[in-house]
Every structure is written in structure tokens, then in C-alpha cells.
């Protein structure tokens, strides 16, 4: 059986509103598994509970009810951390701090020696493309940079499980695809990735298996290939073709017995676009 | 990437971890240039000292020590509530506490990491503010030793060497420093109690106003204690009250020591030690406080 780097059994989260006897549900007996390895995505619209159940996996937050465990250890004991590295939504890493010095700084705190720090503060920087920018203070850093210093940071301790809240919130089409990058890198080496996000095509993309959150609840989960195929209908794409071999293409599905739903040019998106004009 | 792998075993209490995050916070403060604040005491002290050009030798000193040592205290104490008091906010409001806290960091020695380092601060300031005041001293000192010298320099020598003795007696004395320790020990307290009410405070500014309020309760309630109990027929209530009182907010009058600098009198080691004691006891009361609340806090 593949092990699990993330199980959370019947968790329940409620905050009491200050001053009045009624409190406010934040997550209803949430239970999900995330096995080692893949790239789970979890999403809702806002204030749906994604980040309070990823804070609660993280031990930052203590459920009400029901329990939170990494690789088998319960997510309130601090060693648990061990196996984590997080990214928050929006971090505003020390400004006063170089992009070298940050991640010395958090290294330190995973208890690793100056001297293995050093070599691996590189190997950080190159990873993330951050290499030139070592030396100057993240005050001077743009949205895309802080989030890839950010990512470097989560990944000092070469976790196994990798916790990202929305990862590309604010930043330009590039650098989203730079950090969609590095997610599809992390899956390759074989880290967990588990992250939450409302950028849906991005999700589909790099994900193995997502869960959606809706007022608190479980509302939907799978494999994304599962949940997103259609049943009973087949999409083909070929290029060269004439518009006689379309019309032969439609007799053929009409006469056996199938029905054409659309036939039309294919399409790039919008940001493949984008990322062609922007990256010339 | 090649593996460097954290240790395998976590360890419950570590002393790099500490260590890191205190001089994370001692670097933030440093280049948030707090330390611009050391200019404004230099700046007291020559101010002052251009104003005592028309006292008298002892006078000059007695007021230069006065100042000097008031300003410490005062500015010691500005730098360790208003440091503290932003350092939990901002890092909530940064997400910075997350990322450190999503580490095998428990929070215990988060704050600790955090107290220490502006413990540190101040323990510079101390330091900086002190070799400015002794160093001011000294070349006071040096110009009266001087100037006596010149104006004295028919008389007898036991004269000569009496009125020399006298300044060198008024300058320096040796309770300068248990009474600057004691300075730096009230900042110790009032930085530990400002990271307490932080714990548990809605904003910065709120901790700001607070640990003042507290502060100034601190240097009244020995005043008002004792004319308490001199003036009424202090009943069960009232002792009990004053009990609770003294519980919460430490003496801090028992920390002005100053006066006594001043005057030149000796400070007993009892009473330094008494003090020094009162004041280390507070630090790691209200950081345990602190931890109390902060452990349970959600982020």
C-alpha cells in the first residue's frame, strides 16, 4: 500500500466570535488522504476553509474535533514538521533580509550546520533562478521573486511534503508558469505536493487528485482525469486535414450512429499567448 | 539537489534555534535603525553638558550623572517597550510567524528567540549609551583635575591633593555600574512584559498603551501603597486588593537606583542583588506568560 503523507480524519473547525455566545464554522468533519508522491490540489471559492485546513495539517491551528496526521505523525506534535515545507499565501518574507541570508535564517531553524547550508543556499537560488539576486534585500524583490524565494525557503529542509497556499496568487503569467514548473520538478523528485488554489486551469494542469471545499465541507474529490472526462463523448484533434475530410469525419460518426457536438478551429489559450509575445 | 538532511531525531529544546531567531530579530531591529535613538542621548548629553559650563565642578558632575542615567533609563525602557511591542504583530501580519512556526519550531522558543534578541538590543544600547556617559565623565573630569590644578598650583600639597581627591570622589564611584545593571534589568522586565501583553493584544498600538499605563502604575503603586496603609485602617479588601496589585505589576521605583548614584551613596550589594533578582524573576515570569497564551493561540 502506498504510504500516506497526509491523512485528516473527521476534523471539524469552529472559531467563537468575540463577545457573542455564537461561533463560526469554519470546517465540517473534513476527511481526506494524500499519498506520497502525488500533487493534490485543494480547492473553494474564498473563505471556503482551504487555508484553516491547511493550517490545521500544519499544527498551526488546533481542530475542534478529529485529527490531522503527516507520514503518520500527528500534525500538533512539532517534530512532525520535520517532513514540511510551507509556503503561506502572499508572504511577506523580513524585508531587512538578503534572499541568501532568508534562507540561512529558515535552514538554521531546520537545524542544519552553516557549513551544509551554504552549498545548499546555492543550490536553492539556482533552483528557483534566484542565483543573481543571492545578495540583494527581498525590500527590492517583485511578487514573482518573493514567491520563488518563498518556495526555496519551504524546500531548506528537503521536505517531503511540500504545502503550498495559493502559490501563484498575484504573480504575472510567467512566473506562475515558472512555479508551475517547479511543482511538476518537486512531483518528479518524488516530494508530496499538497497546495490550494481558485486557478482552476492551473490546478488541472499539475494536479493528480484534487478535493473542492465548499462552506466548510468536502463537496467533490478524485482523480482529476475521473472527474473531468465527459462520459460517452471522445474529443479528436488532428492538424492538415481539408474541410472535405471534416465532412467525411461527421458522415462517418452520423452513420455510425454517433452525433457530432462541435467542430471547430483549435485554439491556443490566452496565456500560451501571453507567455509566446512576452517571452520573444 | 544533494540531500542535507535535517538531524533524524527532533530535538524538544535547541540553542541554535534560539539563537538563529534572536539574531534574526537583533538584525531586523538593527537595520530598522533603532539605534538612531543613540544619537538622540548623545545629543542629551551635549546638550547638557554645554548648559553645566556655570555650575560648579561637583554640581556639574551630580547633574551630568542625573541626566545621563535618567535618560538611560528613559530611553532603555522607550526602546524595549516600542521594539517588543511591533515584533508579534508584524510578523503575524508578514506571514513570517507561519513560515518560522511551519519549521520544527515550538513556540516557546519562538518568543524566547524573539525576547532575546531585543534583549541583546538593549544590552548594546547599554553599553553604547554607557561609553558615552563614562567617556564624558572622564573627560570632565579630566578638564576640572586641570583647571584645579592650575588654580591651586601655589598652595600646599595636601590642599592640592584633597581637592583633587574631592573630584576624583564626585566623577566616578563604584556604584555606577550596579546602578547602570539595574537600568538595563528594568528594560529586561519592561521587554518580556510588552512581548506578554502582545500575546494577547488586538494591535501595536494597543500593547504600546498598556505596557505604558502598567509601567507607570509600576513606579506609582509603591507611593501609593504605602500612603494607602499609613492613611486607613487597611482592612482584609484592601490588603488583599494591594496584594494583587503588587503581584501583577512589579515595584518599578525599587529599580531607580539612580538617586542614589547621584548622591554619591553606596548601594548595597543586598539591595543590588535583591533588585537584579526581582527584576530577572519578572523576565521569565511574564515570558512564561506569554508562552501560556501564545501556545494556545490560533494563528
Request: hydrophobic share 50%.
Amino acid at each position: 500500500m502506498i504510504e500516506a503523507a497526509v491523512v485528516v480524519t473527521g476534523v471539524t473547525k469552529t472559531f467563537p466570535v468575540p463577545f457573542k455566545r455564537r461561533s463560526v464554522l469554519a470546517v465540517r468533519d473534513l476527511s481526506l488522504r494524500v499519498d506520497a508522491g502525488q500533487v493534490y490540489g485543494l480547492l473553494g471559492p474564498n473563505g471556503s476553509g482551504k487555508s484553516t485546513t491547511l493550517k490545521i495539517i500544519l499544527g498551526l491551528v488546533a481542530p475542534t474535533r478529529g485529527k490531522a496526521e503527516i507520514f503518520a505523525r500527528d500534525s500538533t506534535e512539532v517534530a512532525s514538521r520535520e517532513a514540511v515545507g510551507f509556503l503561506p499565501e502572499n508572504p511577506y518574507f523580513p524585508k531587512y533580509l538578503t534572499g541568501a541570508e532568508t534562507l540561512r535564517f529558515y535552514g538554521k531553524l531546520c537545524g542544519l550546520s552553516s557549513r551544509a547550508l551554504t552549498k545548499k543556499i546555492q543550490e536553492l537560488l539556482e533552483l528557483v533562478g534566484l542565483t543573481s539576486a543571492g545578495d540583494r534585500r527581498l525590500g527590492g524583490y517583485s511578487k514573482g521573486m518573493l514567491q520563488r524565494i518563498g518556495l526555496a525557503q519551504a524546500l531548506v529542509n528537503e521536505p517531503r511534503l511540500v504545502v503550498l497556499d495559493e502559490p501563484t496568487a498575484g504573480v504575472d503569467p510567467v512566473g506562475s508558469r515558472e512555479i508551475r514548473d517547479l511543482i511538476l520538478d518537486l512531483k518528479k523528485r518524488g516530494i508530496t505536493v499538497l497546495l490550494s488554489s481558485h486557478l482552476l486551469d492551473q490546478v488541472q494542469e499539475v494536479c493528480d487528485r484534487v478535493g473542492i471545499l465548499a462552506n466548510g465541507e468536502l463537496v467533490s474529490e478524485g482523480a482529476v482525469n475521473e472527474l473531468l472526462a465527459v462520459e460517452n463523448q471522445t474529443e479528436v484533434v488532428f492538424e492538415a486535414g481539408s474541410e472535405e475530410l471534416t465532412r467525411q469525419i461527421e458522415a462517418l460518426i452520423n452513420t455510425a450512429g454517433g452525433r457530432l457536438i462541435d467542430c471547430r478551429k483549435s485554439r491556443k489559450t490566452l496565456e500560451r499567448l501571453f507567455l509566446d509575445v512576452t517571452l520573444k | 539537489m544533494n540531500p542535507v538532511r535535517a538531524g533524524a531525531s527532533h530535538k524538544a529544546f535547541s540553542l541554535d534555534r534560539i539563537a538563529a531567531i534572536a539574531s534574526n530579530t537583533l538584525t531586523e531591529l538593527t537595520r530598522l535603525k533603532v539605534f538612531y535613538v543613540l544619537l538622540l542621548f548623545a545629543c542629551v548629553l551635549i546638550g547638557s553638558s554645554v548648559l553645566m559650563a556655570r555650575l560648579s565642578f561637583q554640581q556639574e558632575f551630580q547633574v551630568l550623572k542625573d541626566i545621563s542615567l535618567g535618560a538611560m533609563s528613559i530611553f532603555t525602557s522607550l526602546l524595549a517597550i516600542v521594539a517588543t511591542a511591533r515584533m508579534l504583530p508584524q510578523d503575524t501580519e508578514d506571514r513570517i510567524v507561519y513560515t518560522i512556526l511551519a519549521k520544527p519550531v515550538p513556540r516557546f522558543e519562538y518568543l524566547l528567540g524573539k525576547l532575546l534578541g531585543v534583549l541583546l538590543l538593549l544590552a548594546i544600547s547599554t553599553l553604547i549609551m554607557s561609553a558615552l556617559f563614562l567617556a564624558l565623565l572622564y573627560s570632565r573630569e579630566h578638564a576640572a583635575l586641570a583647571a584645579t590644578n592650575r588654580q591651586m598650583a601655589g598652595l600646599p600639597q595636601e590642599q592640592l591633593h584633597a581637592a583633587l581627591q574631592s573630584i576624583r570622589d564626585s566623577t566616578f564611584n563604584p556604584d555606577l555600574l550596579p546602578g547602570i545593571s539595574v537600568i538595563f534589568l528594568k528594560a529586561c522586565l519592561l521587554a518580556s512584559l510588552t512581548i506578554f501583553i502582545s500575546t494577547f493584544a488586538t494591535s501595536q498600538i494597543f500593547t504600546v498603551v498598556v505596557t505604558v499605563f502598567v509601567y507607570f502604575i509600576g513606579h506609582l503603586q509603591g507611593t501609593a501603597r504605602e500612603f494607602w496603609l499609613q492613611g486607613h485602617s487597611a482592612g482584609w479588601l484592601a490588603r488583599t486588593f494591594l496584594a494583587v496589585v503588587a503581584l501583577l505589576f512589579p515595584d518599578l521605583q525599587l529599580f531607580n537606583l539612580a538617586d542614589e548614584v547621584v548622591a554619591g551613596a553606596a548601594i548595597p550589594l543586598a539591595i543590588f542583588l535583591k533588585t537584579a533578582a526581582l527584576g530577572a524573576f519578572y523576565t521569565v515570569i511574564y515570558l512564561l506568560f506569554a508562552t501560556a497564551i501564545f501556545s494556545a493561540k490560533e494563528l
